[in-house]
Protein backbone atom coordinates (compact mmCIF):
# COMPACT_ATOMS: atom_id res chain seq x y z
CA UNK A 1 0.00 0.00 0.00
CA UNK A 2 0.93 3.00 -1.32
CA UNK A 3 -0.68 6.84 -0.45
CA UNK A 4 0.10 10.46 -1.83
CA UNK A 5 -1.28 13.28 -0.57
CA UNK A 6 -1.94 16.34 -2.07
CA UNK A 7 -3.94 19.46 -2.73
CA UNK A 8 -6.50 20.40 -5.33
CA UNK A 9 -4.33 24.04 -6.72
CA UNK A 10 -1.10 24.66 -7.44
CA UNK A 11 -1.29 28.35 -7.95
CA UNK A 12 -0.34 30.77 -10.73
CA UNK A 13 2.96 30.23 -12.41
CA UNK A 14 4.63 32.16 -10.23
CA UNK A 15 3.49 30.37 -7.31
CA UNK A 16 4.62 27.13 -8.30
CA UNK A 17 7.51 26.51 -7.24
CA UNK A 18 7.52 27.88 -3.71
CA UNK A 19 4.46 26.27 -3.30
CA UNK A 20 5.93 22.93 -4.26
CA UNK A 21 8.72 23.44 -1.86
CA UNK A 22 6.25 24.16 0.84
CA UNK A 23 4.37 21.28 -0.15
CA UNK A 24 7.26 18.92 0.21
CA UNK A 25 8.03 20.42 3.70
CA UNK A 26 4.64 19.24 4.78
CA UNK A 27 5.09 15.49 3.19
CA UNK A 28 2.71 16.00 0.69
CA UNK A 29 3.68 14.02 -2.27
CA UNK A 30 0.89 14.62 -5.03
CA UNK A 31 -0.61 17.77 -6.29
CA UNK A 32 -3.49 18.49 -8.85
CA UNK A 33 -3.50 21.19 -11.18
CA UNK A 34 -6.43 23.36 -11.56
CA UNK A 35 -7.06 23.61 -15.23
CA UNK A 36 -11.17 24.02 -14.33
CA UNK A 37 -11.47 27.73 -15.91
CA UNK A 38 -8.99 27.07 -18.70
CA UNK A 39 -5.06 25.58 -19.45
CA UNK A 40 -3.20 28.69 -17.71
CA UNK A 41 0.04 27.44 -18.05
CA UNK A 42 2.47 27.64 -21.22
CA UNK A 43 4.57 24.81 -22.58
CA UNK A 44 8.14 26.36 -21.33
CA UNK A 45 6.53 26.98 -17.73
CA UNK A 46 4.77 23.67 -17.77
CA UNK A 47 8.50 21.96 -18.22
CA UNK A 48 10.23 24.38 -15.70
CA UNK A 49 7.19 23.19 -13.44
CA UNK A 50 6.79 19.43 -14.45
CA UNK A 51 11.04 19.91 -13.22
CA UNK A 52 10.94 21.33 -9.93
CA UNK A 53 8.03 19.02 -9.33
CA UNK A 54 9.76 15.51 -10.19
CA UNK A 55 13.09 17.10 -8.45
CA UNK A 56 10.51 17.16 -4.97
CA UNK A 57 8.95 13.78 -5.76
CA UNK A 58 5.60 15.27 -6.31
CA UNK A 59 3.59 13.67 -8.39
CA UNK A 60 0.93 15.99 -10.46
CA UNK A 61 -2.32 15.57 -11.97
CA UNK A 62 -4.06 17.80 -14.10
CA UNK A 63 -7.81 18.63 -13.76
CA UNK A 64 -9.80 19.80 -16.89
CA UNK A 65 -11.72 22.30 -17.30
CA UNK A 66 -15.16 22.24 -16.31
CA UNK A 67 -16.77 23.31 -19.67
CA UNK A 68 -16.57 20.27 -21.03
CA UNK A 69 -19.60 18.05 -22.58
CA UNK A 70 -18.67 14.73 -24.76
CA UNK A 71 -22.91 13.93 -24.55
CA UNK A 72 -23.86 17.87 -26.09
CA UNK A 73 -26.38 17.90 -28.88
CA UNK A 74 -23.89 20.06 -30.83
CA UNK A 75 -21.43 18.70 -32.79
CA UNK A 76 -18.96 22.01 -31.98
CA UNK A 77 -19.72 21.62 -27.90
CA UNK A 78 -18.07 18.18 -28.53
CA UNK A 79 -15.04 19.19 -30.36
CA UNK A 80 -14.92 22.12 -28.44
CA UNK A 81 -14.91 19.92 -25.20
CA UNK A 82 -12.52 17.25 -26.65
CA UNK A 83 -9.89 20.53 -27.60
CA UNK A 84 -10.31 21.59 -23.91
CA UNK A 85 -9.14 18.10 -22.78
CA UNK A 86 -6.33 17.56 -25.50
CA UNK A 87 -4.42 20.75 -24.73
CA UNK A 88 -4.63 19.74 -21.18
CA UNK A 89 -3.04 16.06 -22.43
CA UNK A 90 -0.44 18.75 -24.14
CA UNK A 91 0.57 20.45 -21.31
CA UNK A 92 -0.08 17.48 -18.69
CA UNK A 93 2.73 15.88 -21.08
CA UNK A 94 5.20 18.83 -20.36
CA UNK A 95 4.17 18.87 -16.86
CA UNK A 96 5.20 15.52 -16.55
CA UNK A 97 1.22 15.10 -15.02
CA UNK A 98 0.41 11.03 -15.48
CA UNK A 99 -3.89 11.74 -15.33
CA UNK A 100 -6.08 14.04 -16.47
CA UNK A 101 -9.24 14.28 -14.18
CA UNK A 102 -12.53 15.31 -15.94
CA UNK A 103 -16.61 15.73 -15.69
CA UNK A 104 -17.15 14.07 -18.77
CA UNK A 105 -20.75 15.18 -19.40
CA UNK A 106 -24.36 15.15 -18.93
CA UNK A 107 -27.25 13.09 -20.27
CA UNK A 108 -29.45 15.92 -21.09
CA UNK A 109 -32.11 14.12 -23.22
CA UNK A 110 -30.00 11.23 -23.85
CA UNK A 111 -30.72 7.69 -22.45
CA UNK A 112 -28.29 7.05 -19.70
CA UNK A 113 -27.19 4.14 -22.17
CA UNK A 114 -27.17 6.22 -25.15
CA UNK A 115 -24.64 8.87 -22.72
CA UNK A 116 -22.76 5.93 -22.22
CA UNK A 117 -22.17 4.76 -25.48
CA UNK A 118 -21.58 8.33 -26.94
CA UNK A 119 -19.17 9.20 -24.00
CA UNK A 120 -17.25 5.77 -24.89
CA UNK A 121 -17.19 6.97 -28.38
CA UNK A 122 -15.77 10.08 -27.77
CA UNK A 123 -12.92 8.97 -24.93
CA UNK A 124 -11.90 5.79 -27.34
CA UNK A 125 -11.20 8.96 -29.86
CA UNK A 126 -9.62 11.26 -27.15
CA UNK A 127 -6.63 8.14 -26.41
CA UNK A 128 -5.94 7.57 -30.08
CA UNK A 129 -5.24 11.71 -30.53
CA UNK A 130 -2.79 10.95 -27.14
CA UNK A 131 -1.28 8.18 -28.29
CA UNK A 132 -0.48 9.62 -31.51
CA UNK A 133 1.10 12.46 -30.29
CA UNK A 134 2.83 10.11 -27.59
CA UNK A 135 1.71 11.66 -24.68
CA UNK A 136 1.96 9.87 -21.95
CA UNK A 137 -0.88 10.80 -19.86
CA UNK A 138 -4.16 8.93 -18.74
CA UNK A 139 -8.06 9.98 -19.19
CA UNK A 140 -9.98 9.80 -15.85
CA UNK A 141 -13.39 10.75 -16.34
CA UNK A 142 -14.47 11.44 -12.27
CA UNK A 143 -17.25 10.17 -10.69
CA UNK A 144 -20.23 12.70 -9.99
CA UNK A 145 -22.22 13.96 -7.09
CA UNK A 146 -25.27 14.87 -8.98
CA UNK A 147 -28.29 12.57 -10.29
CA UNK A 148 -28.44 14.64 -13.07
CA UNK A 149 -24.95 14.52 -14.14
CA UNK A 150 -23.48 11.58 -15.91
CA UNK A 151 -20.84 9.48 -13.68
CA UNK A 152 -22.23 7.03 -11.83
CA UNK A 153 -19.94 4.65 -9.91
CA UNK A 154 -21.15 2.02 -12.50
CA UNK A 155 -20.70 4.15 -15.56
CA UNK A 156 -17.04 5.51 -14.43
CA UNK A 157 -16.03 1.63 -13.78
CA UNK A 158 -17.59 0.57 -16.88
CA UNK A 159 -16.09 3.48 -18.85
CA UNK A 160 -12.67 2.75 -17.58
CA UNK A 161 -12.68 -1.23 -18.22
CA UNK A 162 -14.15 -0.55 -21.88
CA UNK A 163 -12.12 2.85 -22.86
CA UNK A 164 -9.04 1.15 -20.98
CA UNK A 165 -8.88 4.94 -19.56
CA UNK A 166 -8.67 5.84 -15.65
CA UNK A 167 -10.71 7.00 -13.29
CA UNK A 168 -11.57 9.49 -10.25
CA UNK A 169 -12.90 7.92 -8.09
CA UNK A 170 -14.56 11.31 -5.51
CA UNK A 171 -15.66 9.83 -2.05
CA UNK A 172 -17.41 13.27 -1.72
CA UNK A 173 -19.34 12.82 -4.78
CA UNK A 174 -19.97 9.58 -3.79
CA UNK A 175 -21.47 10.67 -0.90
CA UNK A 176 -23.60 13.21 -1.92
CA UNK A 177 -24.97 10.85 -4.66
CA UNK A 178 -25.43 7.80 -2.97
CA UNK A 179 -26.36 9.22 0.48
CA UNK A 180 -24.16 6.29 1.83
CA UNK A 181 -20.27 5.90 1.52
CA UNK A 182 -20.44 2.53 -0.74
CA UNK A 183 -16.94 1.00 0.69
CA UNK A 184 -17.89 -2.32 -0.90
CA UNK A 185 -19.56 -1.05 -4.20
CA UNK A 186 -16.18 0.71 -4.43
CA UNK A 187 -13.89 -2.35 -3.96
CA UNK A 188 -15.75 -4.47 -6.10
CA UNK A 189 -16.23 -1.67 -9.14
CA UNK A 190 -12.73 -0.33 -9.47
CA UNK A 191 -10.05 -3.40 -10.08
CA UNK A 192 -7.25 -1.65 -10.78
CA UNK A 193 -4.30 -1.41 -8.64
CA UNK A 194 -3.89 2.49 -8.89
CA UNK A 195 -6.40 4.54 -7.39
CA UNK A 196 -6.88 8.46 -8.34
CA UNK A 197 -9.13 9.72 -5.43
CA UNK A 198 -10.74 12.85 -4.81
CA UNK A 199 -11.88 13.84 -1.11
CA UNK A 200 -13.18 16.68 1.13
CA UNK A 201 -15.87 16.93 3.07
CA UNK A 202 -19.48 17.98 1.17
CA UNK A 203 -22.76 19.37 1.78
CA UNK A 204 -25.65 17.87 0.04
CA UNK A 205 -29.43 18.10 -0.82
CA UNK A 206 -31.69 15.31 -3.06
CA UNK A 207 -30.36 16.10 -6.01
CA UNK A 208 -27.07 15.45 -5.01
CA UNK A 209 -24.02 17.11 -4.63
CA UNK A 210 -24.35 21.13 -3.33
CA UNK A 211 -20.65 22.10 -2.29
CA UNK A 212 -17.41 20.94 -0.75
CA UNK A 213 -16.87 21.96 2.55
CA UNK A 214 -13.91 21.03 5.49
CA UNK A 215 -12.67 17.72 5.80
CA UNK A 216 -13.64 16.67 9.56
CA UNK A 217 -10.96 14.71 11.09
CA UNK A 218 -13.50 11.73 11.94
CA UNK A 219 -14.42 11.86 8.43
CA UNK A 220 -10.27 11.08 7.50
CA UNK A 221 -10.47 8.28 10.25
CA UNK A 222 -13.58 6.60 8.48
CA UNK A 223 -11.73 6.93 4.76
CA UNK A 224 -8.06 5.14 6.01
CA UNK A 225 -10.54 2.35 7.97
CA UNK A 226 -11.62 1.63 4.27
CA UNK A 227 -8.40 2.26 2.72
CA UNK A 228 -5.77 0.74 4.82
CA UNK A 229 -6.83 -2.90 3.90
CA UNK A 230 -6.36 -2.49 0.37
CA UNK A 231 -3.11 -3.46 -1.46
CA UNK A 232 -2.95 -0.38 -3.88
CA UNK A 233 -1.51 2.29 -5.06
CA UNK A 234 -3.62 5.57 -3.76
CA UNK A 235 -3.34 9.05 -4.51
CA UNK A 236 -5.44 11.28 -2.40
CA UNK A 237 -6.35 15.20 -3.72
CA UNK A 238 -7.94 17.17 -1.27
CA UNK A 239 -11.18 19.81 -2.63
CA UNK A 240 -11.95 21.44 0.58
CA UNK A 241 -11.84 25.16 0.47
CA UNK A 242 -8.67 24.41 2.67
CA UNK A 243 -7.49 21.92 0.58
CA UNK A 244 -3.66 22.65 1.46
CA UNK A 245 -4.18 22.19 5.28
CA UNK A 246 -6.55 19.38 5.01
CA UNK A 247 -4.46 17.28 3.26
CA UNK A 248 -1.26 18.44 5.35
CA UNK A 249 -3.58 16.74 8.50
CA UNK A 250 -4.90 14.09 6.02
CA UNK A 251 -1.27 12.65 5.57
CA UNK A 252 -0.23 13.08 9.17
CA UNK A 253 -3.10 11.25 10.40
CA UNK A 254 -2.07 7.83 8.14
CA UNK A 255 1.38 8.51 9.06
CA UNK A 256 0.19 8.80 12.95
CA UNK A 257 -2.17 6.39 12.90
CA UNK A 258 -2.46 4.22 9.45
CA UNK A 259 1.20 3.70 7.81
CA UNK A 260 1.70 0.47 9.68
CA UNK A 261 -1.09 -1.59 8.05
CA UNK A 262 -1.10 -3.27 4.41
CA UNK A 263 2.29 -3.35 2.35
CA UNK A 264 4.21 -0.12 2.08
ZN1 LIG B 1 -13.88 17.26 -10.52
Given at each position: MKIFFGPSSLGSYKEAFSNLVYFKEKNLSACEVA???????KEKEAVEIGRKAKELKINLSIHAP?????????KNKIENSKKRILDCAKIGHFLGAKKIVFHPGFYGKSTKEETFEKIKKEIIDLNEKIKKNNWNIELCPEVMG???VFGSIEEISKLSKECNCGFCIDFAHILAR????EFELIKKSFPREEWHCHFSGIEYGEKGEKKHRKTKTEEWFELFNFLKDLDKMITIINESPYHIEDSIEGEKIWREKFSGFGST
Open positions: FTYGVYLYYINLNSNDKKNYKNK
